[in-house]
């Protein structure tokens, strides 16, 4: 969990590397077989030219991050809007960034406003958008 | 789910999906944790919730045989942490279906409810297929 949740302070990045292996494990266990997926001679003949990472295997290390930073605030009182930019593909290695951008006060309550973002090895943005937390409680 | 019994071309927004219902066992969520590479905390991790929700969206949604779905967003927000050995309830409907060039976007809402009917996620997600 973070010990200072101020303005500008950097979440600890979540680093995760991509394998076909991965991504079938999460066609088993989310039940989301789409075979972009998970089968590779299909997915070898569409535009994208091989199988990709589900988008929400990407979006499970942002909530791991904010899992880690926040806690139980973001159980129960996280919100994320996220855009899928680039697939990720059987070999990249993600990390997911994010730092707080503004803590905002709203009815004795404190929000805390993040910016994140998801790179491949190439620098190349997988998925962006902003989260946003609950804290327990206004703070400065 | 999923309603076959409806075509992709027939989907108009405020279509309500049948609700999905799904039990997240020690077992479903130790499966998840692999594949996410994440430690467990007691808790059912509030993206494997989700993703009970998205697999239900994909198997509902009516999409023509060969057709390429592209998740393109996703908002969410998460109100109550769900135990482990929950069971939920998801339910979809179809927000907005959108024409946009060559491409159609269908802009789906989720709601996913405990077993005391409270609410313990909701979201949007953004689909985007060959028109």
New interface residues.
């Given amino acids: 969990m973070l010990t200072e949740i101020q303005e500008g302070k950097a979440l600890n990045p979540v680093v995760r590397h991509i394998t076909q292996e991965k991504i079938n494990l999460y066609a088993e266990a989310s039940g989301d077989f789409n075979p972009i997926h998970v089968d590779e001679s299909f997915a070898a003949k569409t535009p994208l030219g091989g199988t990709i990472a589900h988008g929400m295997l990407n979006l499970a290390y942002v909530s791991e991050m904010m899992t880690s930073a926040f806690g139980q605030s973001w159980l129960s009182g996280g919100k994320l809007r996220a855009k899928f930019k680039e697939p990720a593909r059987p070999g990249d290695t993600l990390t997911v960034s994010s730092k707080i951008n503004c803590i905002e006060q709203r009815d004795n309550v404190s929000y805390a406003n993040c910016g994140f973002e998801c790179r491949n090895q190439k620098g190349e943005m997988i998925v962006a958008g902003e989260a946003i937390v609950k804290l327990s409680s206004a703070r400065k | 789910m999923p309603d076959k019994t409806i075509t992709y071309e027939e989907l108009t927004p405020g279509y309500k999906f049948p609700p999905a219902t799904y039990e997240l066992s020690a077992s479903?969520v130790s499966?998840?944790l692999?594949?996410?590479?994440?430690a467990g905390?007691g808790?059912v991790?509030?993206?494997?919730v989700?993703?009970?929700a998205?697999?239900?969206m994909?198997?509902a949604v009516p999409l023509p045989p060969g057709t390429?779905?592209?998740?393109?967003?996703?908002?969410?927000?998460?109100?109550?942490?769900v135990p482990v050995g929950a069971t939920i309830e998801c339910h979809i409907g179809v927000a907005q279906k959108i024409a946009r060039g060559k491409m159609s976007m269908l802009i789906l809402e989720l709601d996913v409810f405990d077993k005391g009917k409270e609410k313990v996620q909701s979201g949007k997600a953004t689909i985007a297929l060959p028109a």
């Fill in positions: 479903f499966k998840y692999k594949a996410v590479d994440a905390d808790f991790p509030p993206l494997a989700t993703a009970c998205v697999a239900s994909t198997k390429i779905a592209i998740h393109a967003s996703q908002d969410l927000e998460f109100l109550k942490p």
